[in-house]
């Protein structure tokens, strides 16, 4: 193994450390840097030979998930096969990143109203690309202008990162219940943007 994958290989080791830290009774805020370290199987001084601070790290963690949950959506829209609904397959892919990586939405959902100004800040830009993505998606499958699919876009995910706070910690009966309600909504504001002008 060369230094650079060596490298990249602790990097990994430091960013998963933290996401398998974080619980509905952990915050990022509450991390220590010795114990993101230990967990990671690193000295706490050789943190710094890929982080500047906790911060940094930190700013890493809420980049990375959003391109997780990015990256997913992007494969089941692609999966989409005929007559199979798109609100549902994405609101059940959506679902299902929020079981399998709790601790990664929790960590958006938290830093998106934080106290730190430059942890909102990469939320924001992580939920704009995320909006961005999807208006461009709608824009091609509804051939719609661009501002009114950026509006309807924007207005879903807003709708669905709600939702995704409530099913969260939800029990699966209550989870599925959020499901079935949010693809409703989700089909009412998509039929209701048909009609939509500025």
Known sequence: MTRAEQKERTRRAIINAAFEQLSADKSFASLSLREVAREA????????RH???MDELGLTLVDEGGLMLRQLM????????????V???SVETFMEFIIRHSNVFRLLLRE???TSAAFRSAVAREIQH????LADYLRKENKCPPEL???QAEAMVILVFHAGA???DASDEVRQKITVKTILQLRWLAAGSQHASI
């Open 41 to 48: 199987g690193i000295a706490p001084t050789s943190f710094y």
């Open 51 to 53: 982080f500047a601070d």
């Open 74 to 85: 992007r494969q089941a829209r692609q999966r989409l096969i005929n007559n199979t609904s």
């Open 87 to 89: 609100i549902r397959t």
């Open 112 to 114: 998106r109203s934080g």
């Open 130 to 133: 995320f909006c961005a993505e």
């Open 149 to 151: 699919a950026l509006i």
């Open 166 to 168: 409530d099913a969260l």
